[in-house]
């Protein structure tokens, strides 16, 4: 996995765009229209950020099975948020169902008007 192909693979959801607000080498992409616009993918070099669970908890199961290549995110982890780390033990399509399932918790918290067309939840 790259970031090239994880970008390519999150601005495949429907309503996703890229946004760089902190000016980053890489985006992180949003869902939702403008400003109301969520993030659910913070891209980099070395892996991906992402909701890992409705909790905590949840989230702290990708560190149990990967403690060499997952972290809590500094700032937002004690919400559930995760580093997956590219090239590592956790296999390519996980990291792919992990951007999915941060994707779906993200943009089943918006606001029903909010929500992109086509979005499976």
């Not at 869902?31 to 993030?39: A, D, L, M, N, T």
């Not at 070395?46 to 972290?71: C, M, N, Q």
Request: hydrophobic share 35%; glycine share 14%; with cysteine.
């Amino acid at each position: 996995m790259d970031v090239e192909t994880m970008l390519a693979h999150c601005l495949g959801k429907p309503g996703a765009w890229p946004d760089n607000p902190w000016g980053h080498e890489h985006p992180v992409v949003k869902v939702g229209p403008g400003e109301q616009g969520k993030i659910f993918a913070f891209l980099g070099a070395a892996g991906v950020g992402v909701k890992g669970g409705p909790t905590r908890e949840v989230a702290d199961e990708w560190i149990d099975r990967f403690p060499e290549d997952a972290s809590v995110m500094r700032y937002i982890g004690r919400s559930g948020w995760n580093d997956l780390t590219f090239g590592g033990a956790i296999p390519d399509e996980e990291l792919l169902e992990a951007v999915d399932e941060s994707y779906r918790l993200v943009v089943s918290k918006l606001p029903k008007k909010s929500r992109p067309a086509g979005w499976d939840g």
